[in-house]
């Protein structure tokens, strides 16, 4: 049964403040394990819970880490013992995010796919040039601090300067870089670094997440137009 304005009033008809905040919140719940569950199951994603950035005294942002110093508030896991693997169930993505409430989601990079990162207006115009070319695509990220993230296979973000020579981009000026082994994106919808949510460009497709391209054949033309906005 949803929730409706007499389900959460009082018998006078005005609205209960602390009913309506537990029922954002168990919405919220639902709503985010129903999200992790996509992603392990429909996808076979691991997810990881993450930190979230609020805004403190003085307008500072803080993370919901707790640390007094945090290098990156509200972009970094809380706690990856409690990673979300790839195949679970509805059931026990809610029960993983009972125990962390409010979490972001995070997808780590460096199993399932690697990502390449580029500016925002980079990464819209490439993403343009090559659905028109015709390449195969994997899932394509907006990052609300103006960073695009192109999913691709394992082990691009170590082959990334090799690949870069070889075709003669090694010495350009380019705004890219690879994310792998050891490292994270925030998944949309949650929010990154209180900045924002983080949404798709290219959502997930049942045809292209399970074997994302190979990064040699984005990364020509990735290379060329952050090359042009970077001049």
């Known amino acids: 049964m949803g929730f409706t304005i007499g389900a959460i009033s009082g018998l006078g008809g005005t609205r209960d403040s602390h009913q309506l905040r537990s029922g954002g919140r168990r919405r919220h719940r639902t709503s985010a394990a129903t999200t992790v569950a996509e992603y392990t199951g429909l996808w076979g994603w691991s997810v990881v819970p993450g930190a979230r950035a609020a805004r403190g005294a003085g307008g500072r942002t803080e993370c919901s880490c707790g640390a007094a110093v ?6 970094h896991p809380l706690d990856a013992s409690l990673e979300v693997p790839p195949g679970s169930t509805l059931d ?15 997808l780590p990079t460096g199993r399932h796919f690697d990502v390449i990162e580029v500016g925002e207006a980079a990464g819209r115009h490439a993403l343009v040039r090559l659905e028109r070319m015709g390449l195969p695509l994997g899932p394509v990220a907006l990052a ?6 192109f999913f691709v296979a394992p082990g691009a973000a170590a082959e990334l300067p090799e690949l870069l020579y070889r075709m003669g981009w090694d010495d350009a000026r380019l705004d890219l870089r690879g994310l792998g082994e050891g490292e994270y994106v925030t998944a949309p919808p949650s929010d990154r670094g209180g900045l924002g949510a983080v949404r798709w460009l290219r959502p997930p497709t049942l045809e292209g997440t399970g074997r994302p391209p190979q990064a040699r054949l984005l ?3 990735l290379a060329y137009v952050s090359h042009r906005s970077a001049a």
């Open 70 to 75: 945090c290098p990156a508030p509200g972009a």
């Open 92 to 106: 026990e993505a809610g029960a993983a995010w009972r125990q962390c409430p409010g979490a972001a989601l995070l």
């Open 144 to 149: 609300p601090h103006g960073r695009a993230w």
């Open 219 to 221: 990364l020509g033309t």
